[in-house]
């Protein structure tokens, strides 16, 4: 057997989050690479001394080139420890000094390592594949560890995809202090932010990871685990970090290679299974504005057994984040909403209810008539906690709501970043049977849980009291007597009435076994994985609608003198609690308790998925070995979600949550291959042709087809073409088709009567979806210029089109495509008599099309430099994408959102969003300083706002590291983003783009050993 130990790409760069390497695919060497020699040009190593096939993979990473090696050459053997100046060959030499080993170049692409005296292969293209190649320099030996593929099922190590590819290793992921994978790819441009520390909210999806390339939303982007679908709906936070050696992004269309959901893109998580050791780690943050608290700890364990056939690894990871409670604890997102203010939308400060007050608002009367008693005189005037009167303080009025006044407001309550609590666990072992034939099998498990204010259960200018309601305090009789009212009518902010939490838990569980092995010259690959998501919610402090009208119908019992309901006086087996409300704190406890109650929610997501593949290299042709790979895979998945007794009597007024099964199974048939089509002629250095295709048959809506073809050309050493075109597809998933309701509040702006308003939102799945289709384009260049060692220049152009999209539509899009004549938008707003708002239905829909075009930029550059005296490399990298359009097209209205990024629940995007870094690295320590650009927008660029203007952003963030004890074993470290504290535009709750956290501080620790 042998081990691949690789650098991820032909760059000269060490790697970082913030930095694609969109030139290489695979991990594989591309473009011209300087032969290993002692007269190669000179870097800077800092290679520990370790066990010699570790030492090997840090030079490989060092180096950024291939080597490939067997475990059984390099077993019980240490490495001296490297440093200083050398070339690539001189490191090597110094590495393998004493252990009767060598190495070679397989065609100038991949180094391999083998003993003095083993035979040398005939001189054969180094494209006849990897075990081929791993062969010739090794006698008899095999490889079983796993080629690096995301964007194709092609497994040999000098594959050159044509879709870009982003690897990112895990000491690149831990460069930015973030406490997820999730969170450290939305700093990436190609990603548009969905669920971090800056951006999850208080709905009943807060505290997910998941991640989003292009915008096109999570459900169009693949997550793998070692190359194999996860349960949890991308959920990065299931997976713990700690474990993780790298993570590869492919930015273009992945469906014909990995099937339905990688329209956007696919995130490939691979784990480490050669690490061998121990090694913890505990990190601290906390906001300039002492809140935001987190905590996290990490730790890892892996070590070989049975002669070093077998290998176990075992980590897992801790986190209790304290979010930020409530959203006006930020003054530039809480309370914001946009109001009508002289006939234009205006983005307005400090805005609440007019329609309500803590305590209880007066908002008028009526008579027995139920018409409107005209000059009320107790109008405007609000409740005291003892019950007395107070002209209402009201702001600049807007319908139902108004700017400053005493309006109450949920964000006075409700969080701006959810509390969270999670842990993830993680354990796998690999066997070796023989030389030929492995077994993995993994498990991992993972909770997140917390409970906070959620939003409140209020009464808007909608509550009716009777005259003789036995609360009712006498000088409001009084006056409404005089005025001749039988009912008062009141807005009242249900703070005081058990104000509902959430209390939520996911768990997540998936348990994978494969073989892997050989049979001749083929590759062979099989796999089984039963993964299982829970959800668990309890929501309590909900009113009863029916307790709610029986406790408010309260009047004096004739026989003791004592408040009562009115339905225990005409049946007393109704065990009724009246309420008091008028003035805060005037509700029983009783009375609360007995009027509200806890919507509940147990659902349990299921997926099972097999799969087998056969790649190897059946024929050759001019340029080198064809390459194939076929194969087949199956998968069901399924939902069960059930909820409590009142969630199914509909016993609550605003809240429930609604049960749902479904599921559905997809058998699938792929193939890719892999042509070298010419090599050393003119300027076809390196031309091959990679075309790809798979048919899916699902149970919901039948067969559908995906397909890839991409060339990709050499012209001359270090620059590179590429070119892919790809039918992507994508079927509804789960909760597209069958999740039960679900439910938030959002101020928009009401066309029709020109109002903001709180809505209520509900959304859902929609069992009537057909599968979407997407064509894909990509086309790039890359350069790595020989006569500028260690710069590297991509750029690539994208354009994807999706037909029949599933999407849901924003709020806001609803009522905008609603007033522009789209009769289907209308059917999903719902109104009271008046007219008012009282619902909208945001369910999962099939949209006519949605459209995105742009261009991913990387420019990098790195040269070994010596600061305060230690030798180390110093890496400057600026990485940018630029959107050109990204549009959505209901048959009726196309809506345009490049350039509309304050606005949190719609689609928008930055024009233009980069990343410039500039780090210093070496054995002792590190620095690193980042500015992350977003540029110019709107608001809402489908709103005409007065004020909703955003300029250009540049965040600044400082980290730096350094590495105690021998070998580095101990490491502190610390970080500050946003070190300006700049501050997040007006209006910015939830915004996947703007730091609402402030000036952030973490600092922590690593041990290894």
């Known amino acids: 057997m042998t081990q691949g130990l690789r650098a991820g790409g032909a760059r000269r760069h060490s790697l970082h989050p913030l930095v694609p390497a969109l030139a290489i695919a695979l991990g594989c060497m591309v473009g011209a690479v300087a032969p290993v020699s002692a007269q190669a040009p000179q870097r800077e190593f800092a290679v520990q001394s370790q066990p010699l096939g570790a030492a090997l993979n840090q030079l490989a990473l060092s180096a950024e080139r291939e080597i490939i090696v067997s475990p059984d050459l390099v077993r019980g053997i240490t490495a001296p420890a490297v440093s200083g100046r050398h070339s690539l060959g001189e490191a090597l030499d110094l590495l393998l000094a004493g252990t009767g080993l060598t190495y070679r170049e397989s065609d100038g692409r991949v180094i391999i390592v083998a003993e003095e005296n083993a035979p040398q292969a005939a001189a054969s293209p180094a494209a006849s594949g990897a075990r081929a190649a791993v062969a010739g320099a090794s006698g008899d030996a095999v490889s079983l560890d796993t080629v690096r593929v995301s964007a194709s099922r092609i497994d040999r190590p000098d594959f050159v995809s044509p879709t870009p590819i982003l690897p990112i290793s895990a000491e690149e992921l831990n460069l930015d202090m973030r406490t997820n994978i999730g969170a450290a790819l939305n700093d990436l441009p190609q990603f548009r932010a969905t669920s971090s520390p800056q951006t999850t909210g208080s709905n009943t999806g807060a505290g997910n990871a998941p991640v989003d390339l292009r915008g096109l939303g999570i459900s169009r982007t693949l997550v793998l685990l070692d190359g194999r679908r996860v349960s949890g709906d991308n959920d ?16 273009g269309g992945a469906s014909a290679a990995w099937g339905s959901g990688a329209v956007g893109g696919v995130v490939n998580i691979t784990l480490d299974h050669d690490f061998e050791g121990v090694k913890f780690g505990a990190q601290a943050g906390r906001s300039t504005y002492s809140d935001g608290d987190e905590k996290r700890f990490e730790g890892a364990w892996g070590t070989r057994f049975a002669d070093d056939r077998g290998h176990l690894l075992v980590g897992g990871e801790f986190l209790d984040n304290d979010g930020i409670v409530p959203r006006s604890a930020r003054p530039r997102a ?33 008579d027995a008539n139920g018409k409107a008693v005209s000059g009320f005189s107790l109008t405007g005037q609000a409740f005291n906690p003892d019950g007395s009167l107070r002209p209402f303080d009201y702001g600049k009025v807007v319908g139902a709501l108004m700017s400053g006044g005493e309006g109450p407001s949920n964000d006075d309550y409700s969080p701006l970043s959810a509390p969270q609590k999670r842990y993830s666990t993680l354990a796998s072992v690999r066997y070796d049977f023989t030389d030929t034939v492995r077994m993995s099998a993994d498990v991992h498990h993972s909770r997140m849980y917390n409970h906070y204010i959620w939003f409140g259960d209020h009464n808007r200018g909608n509550l009716s009291i009777g005259l003789d309601n036995a609360f009712l305090p006498g000088t409001v009789r009084e006056e409404m007597i005089a005025a001749g009212a039988s009912t008062l009518t009141l807005g009242r902010f249900n703070n005081d009435i058990n104000y509902p939490r959430i209390d939520f838990e996911r768990r997540t569980t998936q348990a994978t076994l494969a073989f892997d092995g050989y049979a001749g010259d083929w590759r062979w690959s099989t796999y089984y994985s039963h993964g299982e998501a829970e959800q668990n919610f309890d929501t309590p402090g909900f009113v009863l609608r029916q307790a709610w009208a029986n406790a408010i119908d309260s009047v004096i019992d004739p026989a003791t003198g004592a408040p009562v309901c009115r339905v225990t006086l005409a049946d007393p087996s109704v065990a009724c609690v009246p309420i008091n409300v008028f003035g805060e704190g005037a509700p029983s406890q009783a009375a609360a308790d007995y009027v509200t109650g806890t919507p509940s929610q ?68 792929f193939g890719e291959v892999l042509l070298p089509i010419a ?9 091959g042709v990679n075309a790809a295709a798979r048919v899916s048959d699902y149970s919901t809506t039948g067969a559908i087809w995906s397909w890839k073809l991409g060339a990709t050309n050499e012209f001359f050493p270090g620059f590179r073409g590429r070119i892919a075109r790809s039918r992507d597809i994508r079927s509804a998933n789960l909760s597209e088709l069958f999740t039960t309701s679900t439910t938030g509040w959002s101020y928009v702006l009401d066309p029709v009567t020109g109002q903001t308003v709180y809505a209520l939102s509900n959304g859902g799945g929609n069992p009537a979806l057909v599968p979407e289709t997407a064509d894909t384009l990509t086309v790039g260049l890359t350069w790595s210029p020989q006569s500028i060692e260690g710069l590297d220049l991509s750029v690539d152009y994208f354009d994807i089109q999706i037909q029949d999209v599933i999407t849901t539509v924003g709020l806001q899009d609803i009522l905008n495509r609603c007033a522009a004549g789209n009769p289907a938008m209308c059917a999903r707003v719902e109104r009271d008599a008046g007219g008012n708002i009282t ?43 630029w959107i050109n359009s990204l549009t959505t097209d209901d048959g009726i209205n196309n809506i345009e959102y490049v350039g509309s990024q304050g606005y949190a629940f719609g689609l928008g995007v930055p024009r233009w969003r980069a990343v410039s870094s500039l780090t210093f690295n070496s054995d002792r320590f590190s620095a690193n300083v980042r500015a992350r650009y ?21 965040y600044y963030d400082l980290g730096a590291s350094t590495r105690l004890g021998e070998g580095g074993q101990l490491e502190l470290y610390g970080a500050i983003n946003n070190v300006t504290n700049k501050q997040a535009p007006i209006g910015s709750t939830f915004s996947p783009y703007y730091d609402v956290m402030g000036r952030y501080y973490t600092a922590g620790v690593r041990l290894k050993f």
């Open 236 to 251: 990065l936070n299931t997976v713990p970090s700690v474990l993780v050696k790298y993570v590869d992004v492919v930015t």
């Open 334 to 366: 809480g309370r914001w909403s946009t109001l009508r203010i002289d006939g234009q939308p205006t983005l307005m400060p400090d805005v609440g209810f007019a329609d309500a007050a803590i305590g209880g608002l007066i908002v008028g009367a009526r």
């Open 602 to 669: 147990r659902s349990t997501t299921k997926l099972d998925t097999f799969g087998a593949s056969l790649r190897g290299e059946p024929f050759q042709m001019p340029a080198g070995a064809a390459s194939v790979a076929v194969g087949v895979e199956a998968r069901r998945e399924s939902i069960d979600q059930r909820v409590g007794a009142l969630d199914a009597a509909k016993a609550f007024r605003s809240f429930s949550f609604n049960p749902m099964q479904g599921s559905f199974t997809v058998k699938e048939l």
């Open 679 to 687: 090599k050393d002629r003119g300027l076809l250095h390196d031309f």
């Open 839 to 881: 619902r909208i239905v945001s369910t999962y829909t099939n949209l006519s099309q949605y459209k995105t075009d742009g261009v991913d930029i990387e420019l990098a550059y790195k040269r070994p430099t010596t600061l305060f005296g230690v030798g180390g490399t110093l890496t400057t990298r600026t990485l940018a994408s």
């Open 934 to 954: 977003i540029s110019s927008g709107q608001y809402d660029r489908n709103q005409a706002i007065v004020n909703g203007a955003i300029g250009s952003y540049v």
